[in-house]
């Protein structure tokens, strides 16, 4: 029997060594990416969940699959084009739970457009952000994603549709839907 | 059409991107202006690039030190999960088969515990040492309770033994 559970502890052992080696970067190199991408990252859910500090348990869950994810990368764009596709999943799956916490999103009083000094001197700024919150609140969870990713993350339309799961084809006439219905709501000053 | 786009789209949406917009490109402005595809997009883009540029300024992201630890622990925690599953399994089993064993037994002593009454019976019938066999026959009938519950027991607290020496271990 002592046989037995020493072979369970070397088992063990050997497995917590093997987690590190099951990540798909070293920590250095991770460091590097990390650096690169966490504030866009961190941006993005937090205007998709509406949420500051909620964006900041759902990064940490980005970075883990990501790193627990064994996918080989044919570039860096590639690489951060995966982290979105792998945000964008934990913020739809984050959406289905059902709620029981948190400040609700949708009016965009959430946090996370009161916590920008330089915009607060800026009053203008701040209401347009605010208007902004309002309108993206609006819009279905697919709009958003779509227009955040195509006008303030810069993606092209292949991109958007490998991180969305949609046909390149496809984004095309979603991202004028989206588009044409967020500037109406922005003239017409959502309240 | 719906869907088409503008030749001068992406133009617009470098000057955003590059902070050129709009004193930086006033053909363009011009062009948007009288545009309505492309006042859509200079209201849209513009509103969301200024919205990611102030998260992005405001972010506190946590350090990657504490990330790259919490993924470290993570990992680890799940990696002794899965390494575990196994030892419990081949506990589930062998307390399964040690509750099959059980039942056997108690069948067996169950049948005996018959077989020692009918042999009373006979006893009794042959009328030969008769208060002899009785004796005996009263005494397993008698004290089948206890001997029962102590056999139950035993089988009871010998997987929790098992168990409970696993997990010191």
Known sequence: MRDVALSALDQLGSAATDSEAAFQMDEEAFRTFYERTARPVWAYLARMSGNARLADDLLQETYYRFLRANVAHESDAHRRNYLFRIATNIVRDHRRRPRIDAPCVADGHDGVDRMDPQSADAAGGAVRRLDLARSMARLKPRERDLLWLAYAQGSSHKEIAETLGLKTASVKLLLFRARRRLARLLREGVR | ?169
């Open chain 2, 1 to 169: 059409m719906i869907g088409d786009q503008c030749p001068r789209e992406s133009d617009i949406l470098e000057a955003i991107a590059f902070g050129r917009w709009p004193d930086g490109c006033r053909d363009l402005a011009a062009h948007a202006a009288a545009c309505e595809m492309c006042a859509d997009i200079v209201e849209v883009a513009l509103a969301l690039h200024d919205d990611r540029e102030a998260l992005c300024r405001a972010a506190q992201p946590p350090s990657v030190g504490m990330v790259w630890w919490r993924a470290t622990i993570r990992a680890r925690a799940e990696a002794a999960r899965t390494a575990t599953k196994p030892i419990s399994v081949l506990q589930a089993i062998a307390g399964a088969c040690i509750v099959g064993a059980a039942a056997g037994l108690l069948t067996v002593v169950w049948q005996s515990m018959h077989w020692m009454d009918r042999l009373g019976e006979l006893a009794v019938q042959l009328e030969s040492r008769r208060a002899d066999i009785a004796t005996a026959s009263t005494f397993a009938t008698g004290h089948g309770l206890p001997i029962l519950i102590a056999v139950a027991a035993g089988l009871v607290l010998a997987p929790l033994a098992l168990y409970i020496t696993l997990a010191d271990d």
